[in-house]
Every structure is written in structure tokens, then in C-alpha cells.
């Protein structure tokens, strides 16, 4: 039966519990089982996270070849890489999120801004002032006629 050395567990706030452990390896690189106790041909140490294919790069050699357990030190030298792995996830995951939900808002600020737009001109066809239209958005008459005036009446009035 294969038992699992110590896992570490890191909560980071909105993104729930991140998982990381210690891998035990062959002189290959590759992970070596433990049986009954004893990981036969184990050669090293490293840290491994559970939610992506992340290995750390400090292998630490293991004494004996057959070692389970690091000593504290090792083991906190691998959690602490395995803990700026998982920043580094996290910190990268905070920005595609803020920048999916931002995507979404400019598309929404989009349609909102076709909706104004169109609700202007129907003002202005039927009738309404600049002054009227400025105070019902929020701005003055000039600032208004200057937002939403079509090209042609603009130049007019500055010659």
C-alpha cells in the first residue's frame, strides 16, 4: 500500500485550497513509490503541486537512498518553493480574472453608450436643446453638443 508524505495545504482567499506535497525521486527524475515503508532507490526530494504539473526546481538528495522522511529543514526549504509557486498561480489567475471581468464591462459600456447615443439623437430630432439633453446626462449644454454633434454642424460653429 503506498502512503503519501505530508501535504501542505495554502487557502488563498475567493480561489479555495491549493494542495502541494513532497515528491520522492529516482536518479532519473522519475517518482519512486513507497513499499512497505521504504522507497527503494529514492534519490531526492522535491516539491510537487497538486493542481498542475508544477515540480520544483531544489531536489534535495535524500541520505540513505531509501529515506522517507526529509528533516525539517528540507521540508520547509520545499514548502517555502512550493508557496511562491503557488503566489505566483494565484497572483497570475487575479489578473486573467480581472481582465475577463473587465472585458465584459467595456462590452457592456459599449452597449450603453449606443443606447445614449441613440437616445440623443432621437432627442435631438424631435426637438430638444443641447441644454436639455446636457442636463439629462449630466454635463453642460456645451459639453454636450460637443460629445454628441455631428462633424459637419461642429465645424460650423468654430469658423
Given amino acids: 500500500m503506498a502512503r503519501r508524505l505530508p501535504e501542505w495545504e495554502?487557502?488563498?482567499p475567493g480561489e479555495g485550497p491549493y494542495v502541494g506535497t513532497i515528491r520522492i525521486e529516482d536518479e532519473a527524475g522519475r517518482p519512486v513509490p513507497i513499499a512497505g515503508g521504504v522507497?527503494?532507490?529514492a534519490c531526492a526530494w522535491r516539491a510537487?503541486?497538486?493542481h498542475c504539473d508544477w515540480l520544483g526546481t531544489t531536489a534535495v538528495r535524500v541520505g540513505s537512498g531509501e529515506a522517507l522522511r526529509p528533516g525539517r529543514l528540507t521540508r520547509e526549504k520545499l514548502e517555502e518553493e512550493w508557496v511562491r509557486h503557488?503566489?505566483?498561480v494565484s497572483a497570475k489567475a487575479a489578473v486573467l480574472d480581472a481582465l475577463e471581468q473587465l472585458d465584459g464591462l467595456a462590452a457592456?459600456?459599449?452597449a450603453l453608450t449606443e443606447v445614449v447615443d441613440e437616445g440623443v439623437r432621437r432627442l435631438?430630432?424631435?426637438g430638444a436643446s443641447w441644454a436639455q439633453v446636457?442636463?439629462?446626462v449630466g454635463?453642460?449644454?456645451q459639453s454636450a453638443w460637443e460629445h454628441w454633434a455631428d462633424s459637419s454642424a461642429a465645424r460650423r460653429h468654430r469658423r
Fill in 139 to 141: 454635463m453642460t449644454r
Fill in 86 to 88: 503557488i503566489y505566483r
Fill in 48 to 50: 510537487e503541486c497538486l
Fill in 124 to 126: 435631438r430630432a424631435e
Fill in 39 to 41: 522507497a527503494v532507490g
Fill in 134 to 136: 446636457g442636463e439629462l
Fill in 108 to 110: 457592456e459600456q459599449q
Fill in 10 to 12: 495554502l487557502l488563498v
